[in-house]
């Protein structure tokens, strides 16, 4: 975590950066790690997007919410959708992860949108503390890759992972310093 803290504060003095709106997003092992960082360095972090990857840690404590969104294939066989992967039963499937994030991020129950089509399931939860939210994507007969993009990564897919990344951390407002 040092080394991303660290290449974080390069970048800031090089270039004009708003610490506002810090954002990670990965996919996979690159999912693990967005996610770190928004369990070990909240403060940092505004936003994380998540495609195909879950949290691994076994505590997670961020000391600020921290807006989540969290794409996966619900046919993915190297991180399933449900969870305990890898020999570890602790870690969280795509459901839990979201209710996990709902709840670190101080939600209001009844605060969630439920949008369905035959391809795909999003669940939106807004009006969490700071202006927080979580937003899990499901994609139906979608395994372990990047929606819309090419191969080898990506699969063809109606839903486009990286505009809506973009749309998602471009939503969010920026925190208070």
């Not at 950066?17 to 369990?39: E, K």
């Not at 937003?135 to 990506?154: C, R, S």
Request: net charge positive; aromatic share 10%.
């Amino acid at each position: 975590m040092r080394f991303v803290a660290r290449l974080l504060d390069l970048v800031q003095r090089r270039y004009r950066v708003d610490t506002r709106r810090t954002f990670a997003a990965g996919f996979s092992n690159g999912a693990f790690l967005a996610y770190r960082l928004a369990c070990q360095r909240s403060r940092r972090f505004l936003g994380v997007a998540s495609v195909g990857g879950t949290e691994v840690l076994r505590r997670c404590r961020p000391k600020r919410p921290v807006s989540v969104l969290h794409i996966h294939g619900r046919e993915d066989r190297r991180v399933h959708f449900e969870g305990a992967i890898l020999g570890r039963p602790w870690i969280p499937g795509a459901l839990e992860l979201a209710r996990r994030w709902r709840m670190r991020n101080h939600c209001p129950s009844g605060r969630t949108l439920t949008l369905r089509n035959s391809e795909l399931l999003i669940r939106r939860t807004t009006g969490c503390r700071h202006s927080a939210q979580v937003q899990l994507v499901a994609l139906e007969n979608f395994g372990h890759g990047w929606p819309g993009a090419d191969a080898p990564y990506g699969e063809p897919s109606p839903y486009n992972a990286s505009s809506e990344i973009g749309r998602f951390f471009a939503s969010l407002r920026p925190r208070q310093r």
